[in-house]
């Protein structure tokens, strides 16, 4: 009854399971490197999935009501290491408003190399920098016109950053690999993916924006967010319904190379073998010439909901 979807029993399990192997390993301190080395890769991959999770929430909240949507929040800030709110500016606000312009920060024309495995390690560090920058005007802006979501924001940043600080003071070994490198894995992981979903789509067109990755145990895990074209035409869609709807209202339009099978596959023939940069025809990507961001956020004379600032 306090879910709006019955499936986020599944979101819950996972940000539970997240912080048990974390405590676990923080208690039991594992020195085995078979065991320690698992647990370790685990953790990042649930510190991931609660980046994903973040990611569906601030677009699809996971309870009725708001109070627990907000500690759900402040929660789930400490799963990935960041607060949750700070995802608003960046991805609803500039990604997806404005996808691959000069106003999406993660636009994928930041990175330039002919050869993709340059601009997998080179994208997430050059898009973070973008994101940070994004991130402070727009608190400072929200900081005069919408005090509820600067709060919100205040309390989850003194969480997280004060959990990680005191973290460190108890234990700074323990803290740097059951805490911050699997934080650091998460905000690495839920950048790169963006240029899986996007380079070499056609930002223009209705259906042919995004790349879909449509493995039924890949998107069972990560809460169905391959079906990225879906998600851009209705961002509020929640994470469940998003196969069906592809199916009816993306499937029949889309060019079927952008419904790719397997990540793996993928990453294989783009990025290794031969691993040159081509859109999703096959041809070499053109870039435009780099111009640098432009910004998208309004003055403060603007209300809120022009800021399309919502606490859930």
């Keep these: 009854m306090m879910l709006r ?81 700070a995802f608003v500016p960046g991805h609803n606000l500039s990604h997806h408003k404005h996808t691959q312009t000069q106003r999406d920060v ?61 973290l460190f003071v108890i234990d700074w070994k323990k803290a740097l690999f059951y805490w911050l490198i699997p934080h650091l894995y998460a905000a690495w992981g839920i950048i790169t993916i963006n240029y899986f979903q996007h380079d070499g789509c056609d930002a223009e067109h209705p259906y042919n924006h995004s790349r879909n990755f449509v493995s039924p145990l890949l998107n069972w895990f990560a ?3 391959g079906y990225h074209t879906m998600h851009h035409m209705r961002a509020s869609l929640h994470w469940s319904l998003l196969p069906a709807a592809h199916a009816a209202e993306v499937k029949p339009h889309i060019d079927p190379v952008l419904d790719q099978k397997s990540l793996i596959v993928f990453f294989v023939k783009n990025f290794l073998l031969p691993g040159k940069r081509r859109d999703y025809r096959g041809e070499l990507v053109e870039l435009p010439p780099e111009t640098g961001d432009e910004s998208w956020i309004p003055q403060p004379r603007e209300t809120p909901e022009d800021l399309g600032a919502v606490v859930a």
């Excluded at 920098?129 to 402070?136: S, Y």
């Design 5 to 85: 979807y019955r499936a986020d029993i599944r979101t819950l399990s996972f940000v539970a399971f997240y912080f048990a192997i974390t405590a676990y390993q923080w208690v039991a301190a594992p020195q085995q490197w078979w065991l320690a080395i698992p647990l370790i890769m685990t953790t990042c991959i649930f510190s991931w999935f609660g980046a994903i999770i973040t990611h569906n929430t601030i677009h699809a909240p996971v309870f009725h009501s708001k109070t627990m949507n907000r500690v759900f929040q402040v929660v789930l800030s400490l799963t990935y290491g960041s607060p949750v709110s």
């Design 106 to 166: 993660m636009r994928t024309s930041k990175v330039r190399s002919d050869r993709n495995i340059f601009n997998l390690f080179a994208f997430a560090p050059k898009v973070a920098i973008a994101i940070m920058k994004n991130d402070q005007a727009y608190v400072k802006t929200m900081r005069k016109v919408h005090k509820s979501w600067f709060r919100q924001y205040v309390l989850e940043s003194v969480t997280v950053f004060g959990t990680t600080i005191a």
């Design 223 to 225: 809460f169905n967010n």
